[in-house]
């Protein structure tokens, strides 16, 4: 398993990692399969693989930083989430791919995209057969960019969008988040 050393747990926890996609979601580490999620609700949380095995991850941080290995990849899997008052499942945003596409991101580069309107904003979307919302905002000169709503508690540590560092543009694919949902 990769260890974290405590400068990035901080940075994580205190809200400024400005490159979740590189850690978070499923990676292969040194030839097995690492899941990390950051889920400060959550004291316990299990991965549920997509054939149904449980991998409980061990949490290598009090502030709700989470990790799990497997020699094999856990597919497209989702997580059982749990506290003191309540479980809840949810599909990890991380592992998700991005809904902007190379072409759309070359046309916008290039400034000849006629249909900003269809990346940027928030649209009720299904990714991957999953139902969600995908958010894309331009922010050349931001550090980190998140999605907060009552989804999250409004908590701008667990939705930090992707960077498309050519771009400017950041965007997030969020399972579960329905239509009309609050957001900033």
């Given at each position: 398993?990769?260890?974290?050393?405590a400068?990035?747990?901080?940075?994580?926890?205190?809200?400024?990692?400005?490159?979740?996609?590189?850690?978070?979601?499923?990676?292969?580490?040194?030839?097995?399969?690492?899941?990390?999620?950051?889920?400060?609700?959550?004291?316990?949380?299990?991965?549920?693989?997509?054939?149904?095995?449980?991998?409980?991850?061990?949490?290598?941080?009090?502030?709700?930083?989470?990790?799990?290995?497997?020699?094999?990849?856990?597919?497209?899997?989702?997580?059982?989430?749990?506290?003191?008052?309540?479980?809840?499942?949810?599909i990890?945003?991380?592992?998700?791919?991005?809904?902007?596409?190379?072409?759309?991101?070359?046309?916008?580069?290039?400034?000849?995209?006629?249909?900003?309107?269809?990346?940027l904003?928030?649209?009720?979307?299904?990714?991957?057969?999953v139902?969600?919302?995908?958010f894309?905002?331009?922010?050349?000169?931001?550090?980190?960019?998140?999605?907060?709503?009552?989804?999250?508690q409004?908590?701008?540590?667990?939705?930090?969008?992707?960077?498309?560092?050519?771009?400017?543009?950041?965007?997030m694919?969020?399972?579960g988040?329905?239509?009309?949902?609050?957001?900033?």
């Amino acid at each position: 398993m990769t260890e974290l050393d405590a400068g990035i747990i901080d940075t994580i926890a205190n809200g400024q990692f400005s490159e979740p996609f590189a850690l978070f979601g499923q990676h292969e580490v040194n030839g097995k399969y690492q899941i990390t999620t950051f889920q400060p609700a959550a004291t316990d949380v299990v991965v549920v693989t997509e054939n149904a095995q449980r991998l409980a991850m061990r949490r290598i941080d009090e502030r709700g930083l989470f990790q799990v290995q497997a020699s094999q990849s856990a597919g497209r899997y989702r997580l059982e989430l749990a506290n003191a008052k309540s479980k809840w499942d949810a599909i990890d945003p991380y592992s998700m791919p991005s809904a902007i596409g190379e072409l759309d991101r070359h046309l916008f580069s290039e400034g000849t995209h006629q249909q900003l309107y269809t990346i940027l904003g928030s649209h009720p979307t299904q990714l991957m057969g999953v139902d969600g919302v995908h958010f894309a905002v331009w922010a050349p000169n931001a550090k980190r960019v998140s999605v907060v709503g009552h989804f999250n508690q409004w908590d701008g540590r667990t939705h930090v969008m992707r960077k498309h560092p050519s771009t400017g543009l950041w965007d997030m694919f969020i399972p579960g988040v329905g239509q009309n949902t609050l957001y900033k």
